[in-house]
Each structure stands twice: as structure tokens, then as C-alpha cells.
């Protein structure tokens, strides 16, 4: 193989790789390599090649040339700190560049400013195979200047010279909002596992394997914290590769709302007010009831086995039932509790785990007790932490932990059966409790202790079930039996109540549960203005589950898949098949309704691992939404190719999310009329537009011109016509969709509409708002796309209006001066 040569990727002094202040760098533990202090503003290749990695914070890149050598070069030394400011790629992964060509523009000033140092360090990282056999040193370089030439090192097999010990190593700093928790440290695990090589994660002066979720919880790494990942082994770099970009990209992990911490968790119990005990809503709801304390059976644990061979076998029966109990019940569930499951189920899989049990059992302890050392000392290095989310999942463990015990000793916990209308007093529950619970008889739960943002409380909210959390040690005042009323909306248990009191509750319960009743008995018929007017009542749709909920709450279609739910939580983007797959199965159980499919509206502050995008300053204003799409041209193309073959032609729709200017859907619509001709579809395939910008809002007449319809997603409409961040609690009280400013861009996309003879429909929150629906249709919206649940209320509600009504109220809503004054328009109108 001839040599290699690597020309000056910029321009600047030339500096030996020993003299970079960085012992990653001068010792070499990446490779060898040369360093340049650069004197310009952009990175060019140094060589012909393809771009291996290019890191999401654009700092770092590496090239592989076409004789297979991988050159790193990293911009100045920590920038990755910089989370992307002043880096501009000009190139992605996977692309073929030729040398000198432009890689990564980068802003000099801002790194002499903020940058530890801005030597950039060129280093090739397979010096397994590559020897540098000349290089420059301290000289002044300009670009394309001879730089280093490399030759094949010794023949032997790059396989076995990186088993042999090179380690390759990245430092990370940890984006996840609530650090390296039960669910990214269990998808970490699946992804190290995927590899030929031993990964190891470093916080501080612990380090933990990557294969393990227990051990890398045990690290707590938290929010912002800077780690360093260690590969070693065969596919060493291409671990490294996959497991920092996986960290790095965020893991698609929300900014869930700030932990609640209780202000009385500190105190052991809480003062009881007016008759009740205070607690912190961990699911809302009403419910009245008779509590029932929950207190699981000891199980008795001995310390010494009765064999070896017998124990192991114990140990390996108990873990096959649970795991395949995890995986038949993640294989029922959706959401959140799915998401729960798997965790559970990753943990019970740790190496790091199975290992110390087996020692124990090795030294003649019974399997219980191996399995209960092994891993309660993980649960307890929880429980400190000062994350109070970190601290509850050690709850999580000790959970996993009952559940092998008892399958070990042969005592079956599940169900949890009780007599009917119970409310469940305990002094902490575990997931596998609540999963397990009997949900016919058990009407909500109240525990001691927990948190809000316990996996608990997320299986609660999504079972429905009103559940409070952090009552303290008042609650075991309540005994068997005794009367209560969960106002878990309020943060109240209400014992034993006075009889006027439990009547006025009753009202209430009755009330909801007769609107209820009666909406859901005429959620069929089809959805009528008082005076006959038309108005499409429609369903928000964001996975198969959701379309059967919608059909039986009588959706009329639906006005919003979120298609996102196929593409995040992925390695690699959807195949066409399998969008077409899973397109059609929520096609098919719609049973012949219309679906408008909204493309793929990701970016930002949720993107995707497989698609490189640097982290933004300001992620609702970057890219996202179409402008994914159109930066990616093959990923919006499959999506619409995938849209099209839904069978029957014609019952999907195309939604375009993010509009701001009519180029946008003429591309948009240029892709789907090619893909159309392609599939031979002769008929033209509707294509709508979200009206979601101030700025597409404004120009809604000369977008109707050539959109097939206009949807207003009155949740990013309201974020950027008030400029306020829709997931920021600071401004959360502020962000109301009936701000006039909102309400007057609404009547604007109508009357935009109606120039064309194109339709308005709402699928933002506003459409599931019974206070909003009059203005709404009073402004000209004749589709509302709401939450599946809420389509009856809807549709109840709109039989009660009549269009003038609802022009007049409309009119006065657009002259309020504040949200807050048309919410009690709006209420007055409604009462
Ligand atoms: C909206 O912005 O109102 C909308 C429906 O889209 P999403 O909530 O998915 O951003
Ligand atoms: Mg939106």
C-alpha cells in the first residue's frame, strides 16, 4: 500500500503532539499525531476521505481515508464544552469529501475567548495499522501544505492489535437533563452490547462498565456532567463512536417538569388541614373510598444455600420467569409503562449483577441472599444521592430486588386483590405493585413516602388512577376501612368525612361522570352545530393504541398522527417498510376515516442519534419541524413514499409541521407529486400545512393558494407569537392559546383559508379546550382535532352552539386584552 499524505487541514503553527496541554493528547492515548495552533477560521480535509464522525457539538471530526486510515482532528482542547457555539460543519457523517475540501467553520475569536486552549490536535487513531513516518514540527503551515505521511504499520490484523490493548477514549459531557437514569443507562447497555469491546464509563474516581445499568447507575451521573468513555477491544472505536454520540445526542430524554419536591420531604410527617392529609399529586383525579393498607409479606431469606449446583439453579429459574414475565407484560404495554419494564427488565440482565450473585453462591450462600447482597448495596448508593430522581429509582431496584426473592422462594406476590372502591394506603409501593395492581376494585393510592416523579407516579397518571405521594408518617393515623375522599387534583385525603361534605364530593363525582356518560353514548353520531352546521370532530394520534381509543370515543378521523414516535428511540431511521407497516395498521384501525399523517417533525431539542445535528443555542428556532426534512432530503422522501402506499389510495393526507414561508411546501409538494408519478398515483395527493409560525399565519392567503388545507398547532403558534418557551416553567402561567394575539392570528389563517376555498382545523391544544371551542368555530375553524379521550365532550359541547353565538363570541374574545380576560368571556359564554 503506498504512503498516506496528510496535508495542513488549516492554517497556523505546527506543534508536536507531546508539547499539547492535554495528556490525552500528548500521551497519546488516542494515536499519534500533530498538533496546529490554527491562525484561520476553517478546518479542510486533509486528505480524501469519508466522514467517519463528526461529533453533534461540531468540534471533532474524523476522516477515514480510502486505504482505511482514521484521522481525528479536534478542534482547540475541551470545546466540546462549548456545546457547538462557533462551530459551523459544513459536512455531515458519512459523506465523501476530497481533500481541501471545507469541513467545519469555526469562530476563532470566540475560542481564544472561551476555549481551554485552541490547539487542534491531528491525530490518527488506528496507529495499529498507520505509522507516521514524517511529520512537520514548529513551523508555520498554511493549508494543504505537507502536513505527515503515513505507512502501513505491521500486518497484523487490526481485530487482534485493538484486543491488544489500544484503548480508545472520549470525553462527554452528559446533555441529559436528568443525567444517566434507569431508562438511558439501560439503553446504553443494549447499545454496548451490540459491540465487540469493553466499554467503560468514568465519573470522578469511579468507573463503570456500560454493559452494566446497575453499575452506571451507581455512578449517578447527573445533568451537565462531564465523563469520559473508555473502549477497548475489537470494535473499540466503533463503540466509542456509538456510545458517546448516543450520550451526546440527549437521548431523546424531555425536559420533564422540574422534580416537585415536596416542601415537607424533609419532615417525617405532615400536618393534617381541615381533617385531611396533605400530599403531593403524583396522578390527578377524584375518587371517594373505603383505604386499605397494602403490606407486601415478608420473605424469608436464608443465608446459607443448600448446594451449589442446586442454588444456581434456583437462581437461573427465577430469572427466566421474570424475564419473560418483563417481556410478555413490555410486549402489552405502551408509554411510559413499557419504557418502565424494559428498564426493569435491562437491570435483571446486568453482568455485573449475575456475577455477584454467583460469587456469593460460589462461598455457600442461598441464592436469595446472593441476589439480595449483589444488589442491594446499588439501591442504597441510590438512595443518597442528592438527585432526588436519581434517589428514587433506587426504589426501582429494590423493587427488582422482591421480585427475584419471591420467585426464589416460591412466593407468589401478584395480584394485589381488594374488595371494591378501595383506596391502597402503603408506606411505599414499587412499580411491579402498581403494574400488578387489581384495577376493577382499587380506585386510587396514597403512600407515606415516594415522589412525584417516581415510576410510580408515571404508572399511575397513565393508568388514570388518582395517587398521591409524600403524605408522611400521618398517614398511619388512617386504619382499615375508615371512609375517605381522594382529592388527588387538590393534594387532599380527606378522612373520614362529615356527610355534607361527602355529598357535595358525590355531586361533583356524578356530575363528570354524567357528562361523561352522556357524551360517550352519543360519540357516534356525527358531530353537529346546534343549527346543523358541519364541524369535523377529529382525533390526535400518536401510536396504534391511540387509534382505537379515538374510534371508540367516536373520532371521526383523525387530524394529527404524530409519525415522531417511529423515529426517535432509534439507532437508524425507519426503513420504508416499516413506516408503510406501521402507517397502515393506524390506517386500518380507523377503519376507512381519513388520517392526516403530519411528517416528521423532530429537530432540535429532539433529535434523532442517527441524524447529526449540532446542539442549538435556541432549539425551537433551529431546525426543525420541514426544515429536517428538507436538510435530509432521503428521510422526507421515504416518509412520503411510505405515506403513499397506504392502501386505500387517498385515505391519508399529507400535513407538512413548521411552515414559515411557501417555498417550504412548494418543495414539499414537489417530492410528493415524484413520488406520486413513481408509485403511478394519477390523482393529486392532498397536501396541508400547520400553521405554527406568526409567519405562516400572516401569509395563510397565499399559503390556501396551493395547500389543500391550513391546521393551526395552537402550541408552537402560541410559543412564538408570545415568545415564550412551551416547555419552560418559568413562563408557564403566561403561555395560554386564548391570548387575543393568538386568537386574532387564528381568525386571519381562517379568512386566509376561505379565500380558496381551503378548510381550517385546530390540532393544537386549544382543540381539546371546551372554553375554547366556541371562539374556535366562532372564527371560522371547522376541524377540531383533539385528544382521543376528549372527543366526546367535544362533540357534546358543539351540539350545544349555534354559529352566531359563536361568531358574536368570538368577536368579543378578539377584543379582550388578555388571555385571561377571554378565559372569562369564555367562561360566562359556556355557563
Ligand atoms: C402544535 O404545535 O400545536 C402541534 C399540534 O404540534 P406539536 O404539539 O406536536 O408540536
Ligand atoms: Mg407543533
Redesign the pocket.
Known sequence: MASILLTAPMQGWATPIDEVPDAVFSERMLGDGVAIDPTGDCLYAPCAGTVLTLLPSGHAITLATPEGAEILIHIGLDTVALGGRGFSPCVAVGDTVERGAPLIRFDLDLLVREARAVVTPIVVVNPDRFSIVHAVSSELVAVGDPLMTLEPSDAVARRETNRDGATHERTVVVPLPHGIHARPAARLAATAKRFDADVTLASGDKTANVRSPIALLALAIRHNETIIVTAAGADASAALAAICDLIESGMDEPAEAPVRTPAVAASPSRPAVDGALTGVTAAPGLAIARARWFRPADIVVPEHGEGIAVEEARFDAAVTTLSTRFAERARSATGPERAIVEAHAAMLDDPMLHETTRSGIARGEGAGHAWRNAIRPQADALRTSTDPRLAERADDMLDLERQLLALIAGVETMPLSFPPDTILLADDLLPSHVLSLDRANIVGFCVERGGPTSHVAILAATMGLPALVAIGAQLNAVTDDTPVILDASEGLLRIDPDADTLVATQVRIVQAQVRRTEALARASEPCRMADGTRIEAFA?LGALGDAHLAVDNGAEGSG?L?TEFLFLERDAAPTVAEQTADYQAIADALDGRPLIVRLL?IGGDKPAPYLPMAPEENPALGLRGIRVGLAHPQILEDQVRAILSVKPAGQCRIMV?MIASLDELRAVRAVVDRVAAEIGIGDRVPVGV?I?TPAAAVTADLIAAEADFLS??????TQYTLAMDRGNAAVASGIDGLHPAVLRLIAQTCKGGVVHGRWTGV???LASDPLAVPILIGLGVTELSSAPALVPEIKALVATLTMEACRTHAAAALQCGSAADVRSLAREFTA
Do not use: K, Q, S
Request: proline share 6%.
Open positions: 390526535n394529527l404524530r417533525d409541521p400547520m405554527e393551526v398547532g395552537t402550541n408552537d403558534l390540532c393544537g391544544g
